[in-house]
């Protein structure tokens, strides 16, 4: 079913309660669970994904081009000047899988977590090893401020499934990630076909105790037939809100039609519900 000339209801990939077979859960489903439960429920339920942002093409470039540089350092097995300048004693992590881990769509770190037969996945930029052999989780960002940078929280939950990944996968993880972050320079006097970054090494010392309680809050919320509540800091349901009542205040004028899997799921509930 096409709607917005780009968006659909999907039919293939839903969570099914009764299903044997693992539900692919990735990092950024946990994140949308946390925001808005309603939203993951109507992504794996329903088949209705929240409207797509943009994608920052630029930032993807920053991405591509530490990748390659740390690459030049791992293969030579060499500390880049990034970590020396900041007394940090690693080199980049070198391994079979790293470019499985960090494809994102389609593999990345997996594991089945078999409690709520979810597998659990999340795609990587980076990783480090210590002097003591612990793996460091890492992630490139990219910005432009001149006001001190500060981690979102968001960010540091990013980093924390990534580490409870590592370890359950039975590496040995730091309990210290960082992010390279790069920060685009505004005060130059002209662009001159180029931009330059002040690179910064910002570390977060995780704690992945809230992952695993988590899924079981996912697993639950997913096998009820009721749609949950919406979330405090979501800002698709209230749009869903306003424009949903907006549309019935005018019926029967204006004819809507509805999804029939949507239409069923809701059809015992309320209509302050459905919004």
């Keep these: 079913m096409e709607f917005g000339g780009k968006y659909r209801v999907r039919e ?14 990735s990092r950024s489903k946990i994140e949308s669970f946390g925001e808005c439960p ?28 530490f990748k390659r540089e740390f690459d030049i350092h791992r293969d030579g097995k060499t500390a ?49 090893q210590g002097e003591d052999g612990a793996l460091i989780v890492v992630d490139y960002k990219a910005t ?5 940078i500060s981690l979102y929280e968001a960010y540091k939950r990013q980093a924390e499934v990534y580490q409870w990944l590592f370890r359950r ?3 040995k993880v730091s309990d210290t990630a960082y992010f390279v972050y790069a920060n685009g320079k505004s005060d130059a006097k002209a ?21 695993e309680p988590t899924l079981y809050k996912i697993k639950e919320v997913l096998s009820n037939d009721i749609i949950p509540e919406k979330g405090v800091r979501c800002d698709y349901c209230p749009y869903r809100e306003a424009a ?11 004819k809507v039609k509805a999804s029939k899997k949507i239409a069923k799921a809701y059809e015992d509930q309320t209509t302050g519900q459905l919004f």
């Design 144 to 148: 432009s401020k001149r006001s001190e």
């Design 244 to 254: 949903g009542k907006a549309l019935l205040s005018r019926a029967p004028k204006i």
């Design 12 to 25: 293939k990939g839903l969570y099914d309660p009764k299903s044997k077979e693992p539900f692919r859960i």
């Design 80 to 128: 880049h000047p990034l970590m020396k300048a900041y007394g940090l004693k690693a080199v980049p992590f070198a391994h079979t899988q790293l470019e499985a881990w960090r494809d994102a769509l389609k593999r990345g770190v997996t594991y089945h977590h078999e409690p709520t037969n979810f597998m659990v996945c999340g795609g990587i930029d980076d990783v480090w």
């Design 169 to 171: 996968k039975g590496f």
């Design 191 to 211: 662009f001159d076909g180029k931009l330059e970054f002040n690179v910064e090494l910002i570390p977060h010392k995780g704690d992945d105790s809230w992952v």
């Design 38 to 65: 309603r939203c993951l429920y109507l992504d794996a339920r329903l088949g209705v994904k929240r409207p797509e942002t943009p994608s920052f093409t630029l930032n993807n470039a920053v991405d591509e081009l």
